[in-house]
């Protein structure tokens, strides 16, 4: 776990990479996306919120947004329906979800589903 947390949190811990303007701008794009394009059911893949796809479609969202405006919202349903049918995602949203391996999994599926979006 300590290998992902440097990766993905501790090397922006004193804002080295990017900025508190920034990371405010992409989160609020990414929220404003998931909320505009996906819905409430964003975050419920079942019935009840699931963290883990919490996190993860955040994540890829995120990526997919800092890379620039997003012109064809209908694929960002397409592809978010497509990462809830990959089996490999729900096993790592579904069971053992703090384990390392579960979230490298889910987040490098989820950013690998939403980058190819134009």
Known sequence: MKDFLNRYMAGNKNLAHQSETDLTR??????????????????????????????????GVAHRVSAGPIKRP??????????????GYRNAVETGTSQEANVQKRLELATKAFASIK
């Open 26 to 59: 992409i989160f609020e794009e990414t929220t404003a996306t998931i909320s505009r394009f996906i819905g409430s059911r964003a975050f419920r893949p079942v019935r009840a919120v699931n963290a883990a796809v919490i996190d993860s479609v955040m994540t």
């Open 74 to 87: 209908e694929q960002l349903v397409e592809h978010y329906e497509g990462l809830l049918r990959n089996e």
